[in-house]
């Protein structure tokens, strides 16, 4: 009889699906609620989206342990003291009278994913908010740091059946193109939001780990709206 060994697994994954579009004047990113591990359900009511700066949102999918341990050290580098998922006192801003811009913000997760190369936080993000000229921007990350601009993205279990649909739907420039292209998608931000509930109950029909309910964030001038919509509960 061969003797069983216990392994020790430090990931797992709970599933969930982010997506994000970038227009001209507005940012958009949303994603389900739901947490699984195998066939559980742990909750149907967690939040994957989380607020970096006034004009900065991180959407997270993957193991949310990791996660939340990410959005700590992101909290501590930018130096942002936390009080019941709240901010309360930006020392960044203090010092040099500005609050980081998504760019800026961007480079430091990149640099916090990519020093965690070899043990990586099992997180993939997407990071949405404005540019220096003030349009709509989306950062797209892998595990372990490598990231890009664009003007959409999806993250998650239910990633491989909504990317299809916004690239039919959105048609982003290819990053090859010279000169360079800018990103940002054509649709209104009415129009993004009605395809960003569209392709996520699409794939609620066919991504267990994706449903309950969606939680839809919108950046634009006049500050941040949140909205929520009712997804496949099975």
Request: overall charge neutral.
């Amino acid at each position: 009889m061969t003797k069983q060994q216990a392994r020790f697994e430090p990931y797992d994954f709970n599933g969930g699906t982010c997506v994000a579009i970038a227009g001209a004047d507005y940012c958009v990113v949303a994603a389900d609620t739901r947490m699984s591990t195998g066939y559980n359900i742990l909750t149907r009511d967690y939040s994957k989206i989380y607020k970096l700066a006034d004009k900065c949102m991180m959407a997270s999918s993957g193991f949310q342990a990791d996660v939340r341990a990410l959005q700590k050290v992101l909290g501590a580098k930018h130096l942002v003291r936390f009080h019941e998922n709240k901010i309360d006192t930006f020392i960044y801003q203090h010092q040099h009278n500005k609050q980081m811009s998504c760019l800026a913000m961007a480079r430091l997760l990149s640099n916090t994913l990519y020093y965690k190369r070899f043990f990586p936080y099992y997180t993939f993000n997407v990071l949405v908010g404005f540019d220096e000229e003030g349009k709509g921007c989306v950062y797209t990350f892998d595990a372990v740091g490598s990231y890009e601009k664009v003007g959409y993205s999806a993250q998650g279990s239910g990633a491989k059946l909504i990317m299809p649909v916004l690239d039919n739907q959105l048609k982003s420039p290819s990053p090859l193109l010279l000169p360079a292209q800018d990103a940002v998608t054509p649709l209104s931000e009415a129009e993004a939001i009605d395809v960003v509930k569209d392709v996520f109950a699409s794939a609620t029909e066919r991504d267990i780990y994706t449903g309950d309910k969606l939680e839809i964030v919108i950046l634009n001038v006049d500050g941040i709206r949140r909205e929520y919509a009712e997804l496949r509960k099975d």
